[in-house]
Nanobody, 124 residues
Framework: QVQLVESGGGLVQAGGSLRLSCAAS????????MGWFRQAPGKEREFVAT????????YYAVSVKGRFTISRDNVKNTVYLQMNSLKPEDTAVYYC?????????????????WGQGTQVTVSS
């Protein structure tokens, strides 16, 4: 089993930055790709970014490309999401996800483990 714990969410003004972290634990974590998803009120959970095990393959949603950066530290078993130039439409609960396969994925169904989420609120 894998446990994922997100942190770093909060309230920020439009144009500001936040850095989310997701700490993973559990013996099955090793070798898996990671991803970030978000869910705004009344909307479905949507893909934000994903990174493969080695960190060499990254994919982003069109809405965040150029503003968000995903990275990982496999020694610390942690994945990060640096969010810059935040907009009010980025307001959502952000979820970290892990999958057993090494390849990155932008599909919600491709992930096996999910964190509890962290709230990000961007004020205008």
């Amino acid at each position: 089993q894998v446990q994922l714990v997100e942190s770093g969410g909060g309230l920020v003004q439009a144009g500001g930055s936040l850095r989310l972290s997701c700490a993973a634990s559990g013996r099955t974590f090793s070798g898996g790709a990671m991803g970030w998803f978000r869910q705004a009120p009344g909307k479905e959970r949507e893909f934000v970014a994903t990174i493969n095990w080695s960190g060499g393959t990254l994919y982003y949603a069109v809405s965040v490309k150029g503003r968000f950066t995903i990275s990982r530290d496999n020694v610390k078993n942690t994945v990060y999401l640096q969010m810059n130039s935040l907009k009010p439409e980025d307001t959502a609960v952000y979820y970290c996800a892990a999958r057993r396969f090494t390849a990155a994925s932008d599909s919600r169904d491709g992930y096996d483990y999910w964190g509890q989420g962290t709230q990000v609120t961007v004020s205008s």
